[in-house]
């Protein structure tokens, strides 16, 4: 069963369609560790998983995938994303980690920061060739809030569409529930 996440997409919206409050390149580059909680038809457990932005996205980063999506659909959005230089990575203890393209950040309501991070899904020979319905999920979208103390908690949507309808970015997850991300530690890198 798909739901979709019109809460969630609200975020997107304010990070993605909303010029920054600030240059994104003029924040540090931070690495993140959060519990992952799954509950979902996708399998349930919990992990450990380490999110790494070396970088943030610019403006005009940002300004050419809303584009791409706004004017083309996901797409080009997703083509977009893939010619993207990598802004970090994300990786849980067991796993190699695989590049993200897209990290950007504002202030929050609370003197906090909201952070969305996006990618394209790494897909697998096997699914490739075989072409399941995961197939049309090729997004990973991470969505966290982060404190002025550091801790935060967030949401990660691994398998997702992207689309938009009267200006507005839904997400589609094709599992019944993102991905909870709990108990988030934001570190500066060293």
């Known amino acids: ?4 996440y019109l809460a969630a997409a609200a975020a997107c919206v304010a ?6 409050v600030q240059a994104q390149s003029n924040f ?15 399998g349930s457990g919990a992990g450990r998983v380490d999110i790494r932005v070396t970088r943030w996205s610019s403006e005009a980063e ?6 791409a999506l706004v004017d083309k659909g996901a797409d080009e959005l997703l083509k977009e994303l893939i010619k993207a230089k990598a802004v970090g990575y994300i990786k ?24 969305v991070i996006a990618t394209d899904r790494p897909i697998g020979f096997w699914e490739a060739s075989n072409r399941p ?7 990973t979208v991470i969505q966290m809030h982060i404190g002025k103390d550091g801790k935060g908690k967030g949401t990660m949507s691994y398998a ?4 938009v ?18 108990e988030i530690e934001a570190r500066p890198i060293k």
């Open 1 to 4: 069963m798909r739901m979709k």
């Open 15 to 20: 990070l993605l369609m909303t010029p920054g």
């Open 28 to 42: 540090p580059p931070e690495e993140f560790q959060a519990i992952a909680i799954a509950n979902n038809n996708l």
């Open 62 to 67: 940002r300004d050419r995938l809303v584009s």
């Open 92 to 115: 849980t203890p067991d796993s190699l980690g695989y590049d993200l393209h897209f990290a950007s950040q504002r202030p929050g309501e609370d003197g906090g920061r909201d952070i």
């Open 133 to 139: 319905r995961t197939i049309d999920y090729p997004f």
């Open 160 to 163: 997702t569409k992207i689309r």
């Open 165 to 182: 309808i009267d200006r507005t970015i839904e997400l589609e997850n094709f599992a019944t529930a993102p991905v909870m991300l709990t």
